[in-house]
């Protein structure tokens, strides 16, 4: 270690115990960081994602999808997988949780961006 180093911790080395508790606090802040980033790297949920973000249950998550009632997307090539993002499901509330149009959907979307 230089001289300008000791200098920039208080001129004296850290303690084993004092490296070891900066160490700690980097790995928390680490771990909440990638959780932080699991929400943010895909704008689609699954389906109990979209229930506990509805507080719903999940079976009444499906019970609306099969009278196409809540706006999903089915995963191409896996018809039993069942994708929601948090954009549809904002509007589907704030319309009063009506399906509309693509189309209207789409404006609604663009006027909420």
């Known amino acids: 270690m230089q001289d300008n180093e000791k200098q920039e911790i208080g001129g004296s080395m850290p303690t084993n115990e004092d490296l070891c508790n900066l160490i700690q606090e980097q790995n928390a802040e680490i ?5 932080e980033l699991k929400t ?23 019970k609306l999808v099969k009278d196409d009632a ?4 089915r995963l191409p090539g ?33 006027w909420v961006n």
Request: net charge positive; charged share 35%.
């Open 31 to 35: 771990r909440m960081l990638r959780e």
């Open 78 to 110: 896996q018809k039993s997988t069942l994708l929601f993002t948090r954009r549809s499901l904002d509007l589907w509330i704030i319309d009063g949780k009506q399906t509309h149009s693509r189309k209207e959907r789409e404006r609604a979307e663009m």
């Open 40 to 62: 943010k790297q895909s704008p689609w949920m699954t389906i109990t994602e979209a229930a506990e973000y509805l507080r719903m249950s999940v079976s009444k998550i499906r």
């Open 70 to 73: 809540i706006p999903y997307k």
